[in-house]
């Protein structure tokens, strides 16, 4: 059994998950990393969507609308999967995302969704602005997750490493337990998603198919949130799995055959563009030979 008073080699957070306190309001850290990191993921998929014809001003007006439904998805989905009894007994806590408690995966399930209408609305691509969300999404949940290591809200077992992490704040309330440390859970996330990111860069111009930046992260997080979630303390739900676990593979057969399907008709629309664009250039090609050569006194019929 861990003995905190007895390892020496722990690490011990003692922040107040609260920022600031104004009366009945409070600002919490793990909504300012958000607020954070929202900024920053804009500052990086912005100029990314702007060089296949996306401005600044489409941007903005897909993305309010999209973040709506990412929030909501996030939070509800969050709501069903952890204890759903609890909030169906205190239905205002529903509503406290400030508090923490957001699972990605019903981001992407209604967030895709609201993009497509929205791209659609707009006239704008949404292979395209799928791609450049790929961009945003990993700059966003870092500092996310920055949040989630102050609140002490994504926890791994129980741990002796001398990584584990003790939070000793006695106005935290997400932990089990102040008295005994645990596998830094958030800690793997944040490390992940910063692996998760350097890869989308890198990548980000390679793809001829608009939307594959996109389901290559999507593919890539959900493999990641599968392993990860082998370390995390959720309840098990299925053959030895916990719910995001499952989610992730079904997400990634999702993503595969989405893949499939999707650069199979692309490239069918874009050969015909090619075929019909290379037959318009012969034509006129042909016209202007014709043209040149009556011209100098030679018939072609």
């Known amino acids: ?22 009366g009945p309001f409070a600002i919490h850290w793990y909504g300012l990393m958000y607020v954070v990191g ?27 609308p999209v973040l709506i ?20 007994r205190h239905p205002q806590n ?58 002490g809200d994504i926890l791994g077992y129980p741990s002796s490493l001398p990584w584990a992490t003790q ?21 793997y996330e944040l490390l992940f998603t910063a692996g998760l990111f350097a890869l989308i860069w890198a990548v980000r111009h390679r793809f001829r198919v608009p939307g594959t930046v996109f389901l290559v992260w999507l593919t890539v997080y959900s493999i990641g949130q599968f392993v990860l979630f082998f370390g995390r303390a959720n309840v098990v739900v299925l053959a030895g799995l916990k719910q995001a676990q499952v989610t992730a593979i079904i997400m990634t057969l999702l993503a595969l055959i989405w893949w499939f399907l999707w650069r199979k008709e692309y490239l069918r629309r874009d050969g015909g563009r090619n075929e019909t664009e290379s037959a318009k250039s012969n034509t006129t090609e ?16």
């Not at 993921?41 to 941007?59: C, D, H, T």
Request: hydrophobic share 50%; with cysteine.
């Open 1 to 22: 059994m861990f003995l905190p008073e007895a390892f020496i080699a722990l690490i011990k957070i003692g922040i107040d998950p609260v920022l600031v306190r104004l």
């Open 38 to 64: 929202i900024t920053a993921g804009l500052r990086v998929a912005i100029p990314y969507a702007s060089r296949f014809g996306i401005s600044r001003e489409v941007a903005y007006e897909l993305f309010w």
């Open 69 to 88: 439904a990412c929030l909501v998805g996030g939070r509800l989905y969050y709501v069903v999967q952890s204890n759903l009894g609890s909030y169906l």
């Open 94 to 151: 529903i509503l406290a995302t400030w508090e923490g408690g957001m699972a990605f995966y019903g981001a992407v399930i209604l967030g895709t969704p609201a993009l497509y209408v929205m791209c659609s609305r707009k006239g704008v691509s949404f292979g395209r602005a799928m791609d450049g969300a790929a961009l945003f999404v990993p700059v966003a949940q870092a500092f996310g997750r920055i949040g989630n290591i102050i609140n």
């Open 167 to 187: 939070y000793t704040n006695p106005h935290n309330t997400f932990v089990p337990s102040h008295a005994v440390a645990y596998q830094p859970a958030a800690a």
């Open 286 to 301: 042909g016209r202007s030979t014709s043209s040149s050569l009556e011209e100098e006194g030679i018939h072609t019929s």
